[in-house]
């Protein structure tokens, strides 16, 4: 389900799909409200670390990409000529979700309410610090019921993107609820209403 506000409010359907194949991975936020969009992310898991190969944003028919390019090390975007040198660890908007989820299934005992989790993430437009604070353990209903969740807090500032997420130890500590606000009025939020496997 994915509710939110843009000038108004939004109602709309909206999707988290996980796909693992061995050691391959594919994770996608989508949604269609007023416009259909979608975030993709394909790369493979390393140890504890998801390690992205391409992201990919789509709004309508518009799109704008990073590649990782791991044979020569480097980071390049679609929406600046910047070519980098590829960082240890780095996410992209759609694989930091599921790398939280994976780092509280591995390494549990990184999860305290007041810890601070930091990580570099790539987007068409360069690199950023997404730091997320751990609030603590909340109640999340979903369409399959009220849910025991970590929330963390990653707050939106100086125009960037703001991320919330709630993962649910009772389903392999996958997201059952996401926020994304770009400003105090802008924001999209999906709560999961049905899990299929």
């Known amino acids: 389900m994915l509710t939110g506000n843009y000038r108004g409010p939004l109602h709309g359907d909206g999707a988290l799909e996980w796909v693992r194949d ?14 259909s969009f ?29 590649d990782f390019n791991r044979d020569q090390g480097t980071l390049s975007f679609s ?14 908007s759609a694989s930091i979700f599921m790398q939280l989820a994976h780092l509280l299934s591995t390494q549990p005992t990184h999860f305290s309410a007041g810890q601070t989790l930091a990580f ?6 360069g690199t ?3 730091d997320f604070t751990i609030t603590g ?3 999340v209903k ?14 939106s500032r100086d125009g960037e993107l703001g991320a919330e997420v709630w993962l649910a130890p ?10 994304l606000q770009q400003d105090a009025e802008t924001f999209l939020l999906f709560t999961l209403s049905q899990a299929r496997q």
């Open 22 to 35: 061995g050691d391959r991975y594919r994770v996608e936020l989508s949604g269609a409200a007023l416009v």
């Open 38 to 66: 979608a975030y993709t992310s394909t790369g493979r898991i390393d140890h504890n670390w998801l390690a992205p190969d391409r992201y990919v944003e789509r709004v309508f028919t518009r799109r704008k990409e990073v």
């Open 79 to 92: 929406a600046i000529s910047t070519v980098m040198p590829l960082p240890a660890h780095l996410q992209d």
């Open 120 to 125: 570099q993430v790539a987007r068409p437009s």
């Open 128 to 130: 950023t610090i997404w």
């Open 137 to 139: 353990q909340e109640t």
């Open 142 to 155: 979903t369409g399959i019921g009220a849910l025991s969740c970590w929330h963390l807090d990653h707050a």
């Open 170 to 179: 009772a389903l392999q500590n996958l997201p059952v609820q996401i926020r």
